[in-house]
């Protein structure tokens, strides 16, 4: 478990400095340093009086299985929330006005945003889950120009 | 005097009372509001309100064994797919901390995302976003009911109401064009993807309840 600290809660009381026995809690950047952050350790979470702090596992628990015919019912609607997201992309490419471009861009976001969903709910809500590595095995395109080779290595390192 | 209610939101629009912020009299019956009013919490138009009481909004039965609305065109051999899986798996590992693995998730992202072929407009959009309220959505709960799936039933309430505003936002772009969100900026929710139409964007998310700084502004111009 490693701690880490929401920057929109903590109201700077810097108790969190006062009782960390490895110093991970002062630091330049808001965030807490994993490397030095002890596992069993939760003094600065205790003394923190805003709840700006909390332990997250480095690992989780396996998604809950889901049925069939739930992921095909999820899958329907993601295929039409990508149709959507292209149609948006194509307004976005066409648009002439800012106005057009400001309402293509909200809808892209919110489309990406419902689609993002109902791959959480089909199995991808974990990085670390199998679908996720499945998917990391089997990137199509990867002889293609731009294709980031490196990205994809390293998270099948992160991922194995 | 009827009672009616939001179906995004759940603010209720009582006759007896009006809306008087929005210059609807005590006593306006639903007919008689303007059909340019809107939910004034959420937006929604009135075609996304339900009497109280009125008859129970049953699952439409969708006809479970036709296939699920022809299968979109896709000429972009699943790139966006691709580009929304990884996405969400750089959303997945934000949430953890993980920043290495977020942006590599994001590069592989963005590859698939320059892979995409755009294709369709407004007008082909919203018939897919209707189509979804009409069929896809209903069947949808239907299974994961079935399978008694909340976490499935909660992406699903989600983007059902989610829906709902992109076709209404649609449509109003449709007809009005550049005029539409005049004078307004749009907020996205950065949870569920809601559309807020305003110049500030909510308390709390209408739809998901997050906190106002949950939300993206999508401003006009550069």
Redesign the interface.
Known sequence: MIAVRNIRLCTKDCLCLYVCPTGATNTENGQIDASKCLDACRACVDACPSGAISKVPMNYPPQQAKQEGTLQALRALLDSKLAQERAADAMLAQAATPAAAQFAKAMKMSLRLVAEDLLRESGYMLPQGQPARDFLKNLPDQDQPGFPVDAAARLKELLP | MSVYICSVCGYDYDEAAGDPRHGIAPGTRWEDLPEDWVCPVCGADKSMFERQGGVEAVPAPAPAAAP??Q????N???????A??A???A???IK???E??SG??T??A???E?????????Q??RG??D??IAG??P??F???R??K?R??L???T??EK??K??TN??GR?LKE??A???GSD?F????????FVGNEAPEICPVCKVPR?KF?R?????
Not at chain 2, 71 to 74: F, Q, S, Y
Not at chain 2, 76 to 82: N, W
Not at chain 2, 188 to 195: E, H, K, M, N, S
Not at chain 2, 218 to 222: D, E, N
């Open positions: 699920a609305a299968a979109p065109a896709n972009d051999g699943d790139a966006k797919l691709m929304v899986m996405s969400n798996l959303r997945g590992s953890q901390y993980r290495e693995m590599l998730f590069r592989l963005d590859f698939f320059s892979r995409s072929v755009p294709e369709g407009d407004w082909s959009a897919l976003v189509a979804d896809a959505y069947a949808a239907e299974a994961a079935a399978a799936d976490g499935a909660r992406a699903l989600w983007g989610v829906s505003i992109q936002l649609m772009w064009g550049d539409a969100f005049e749009l996205v929710c950065d949870a569920c993807g809601f559309i700084f993206n999508v401003g006009r111009g550069a």
